[in-house]
């Protein structure tokens, strides 16, 4: 029996981390064994390193759909910076030929890695070279977008699932920051995930919080905090002001 492959060497090798993020591994080695995958972590958390180390370790070609050309860009540049193999954009700011020259590329398996937008798959003649090119794994970023209760809901993602089909039923990840269990659940029917792997992950950002400070300012005063000006036994009666300012750095003055 093959040796299961060390995700995190590879995580430290590849991608220069010291730990893998919670989810992570989970989802990689559920992607390697074959499994369809929704992936639930929050923004942040690495969701885009489970295809990056699933593809390096288990090999390509892999097919992304990604909704927005700027997610694309970053993504491939990303790929680029961290020598992880040929990655590449598909959209309509490209010329006829160079879409050939794409395509052709992911056939003969010089490119690892095809970044393109659910729309891109109205097109028979790109869906045809796409399944030609034989993709082991087909991923559907901000998956949530499937959802036709979401706020993000987009009408292009529905043929997701049959193009998946038509592209040989590829290993199929599905990544999202967000879906409670009722859009879960139609993620994994509209795309026809066959007994996926869901690994859902708490949105806790410890490096993130959030504080609110109530000031007052008494007339020909500056500003004080409310437990000060505002006690019990204040004479004056208190006037609160919301106070806006252009920094930060202005806000600390006015507080110090």
Request: aromatic share 4%.
């Amino acid at each position: 029996m093959a040796r299961p492959p060390d995700i995190l060497l590879a995580a430290r090798k590849l991608l220069g981390f010291e730990e893998l993020r919670p989810g992570q591994e989970e989802a990689v080695r559920a992607v390697l064994a074959g499994r369809d995958t929704l992936a639930v972590m929050p923004t942040g958390s690495g969701k885009s390193a489970i295809y990056e180390l699933a593809t390096a370790l288990g090999g390509g070609p892999t097919v992304v759909v990604s909704p927005l050309l700027a997610l694309q860009r970053d993504q491939v540049e990303k790929i680029d910076e961290e020598e992880l193999g040929s990655a590449a954009a598909l959209n309509s700011t490209l010329t006829g030929a160079k879409r050939e020259e794409l395509l052709d590329e992911l056939d003969d398996h010089e490119l690892e890695y095809l970044f393109l937008a659910p729309e891109q798959f109205g097109s028979d003649e790109t869906l045809e070279k796409l399944r030609a090119a034989k993709p082991k794994l087909f991923v559907v970023d901000e998956a949530h977008s499937i959802s036709e209760w979401g706020h993000d809901f987009r009408p292009e993602y529905l043929r997701l699932g049959s193009v998946a089909e038509t592209l040989g039923n590829p290993v199929t990840l599905a990544l999202t920051a967000t879906a409670a269990p009722p859009v879960r659940a139609e993620i994994v029917e509209r795309l026809a995930l066959d007994d996926p792997v869901e690994v859902v992950r708490g949105f806790d950002r410890p490096n993130i919080h959030l504080s609110v400070e109530l000031h007052t300012r008494l007339p020909g005063d500056e500003a004080k905090s409310s437990q000060a000006s505002c006690a019990p036994q204040a004479s004056r009666r208190c006037r609160t002001t919301p106070a806006f300012t252009g920094t930060s750095a202005r806000t600390r003055r006015r507080r110090s």
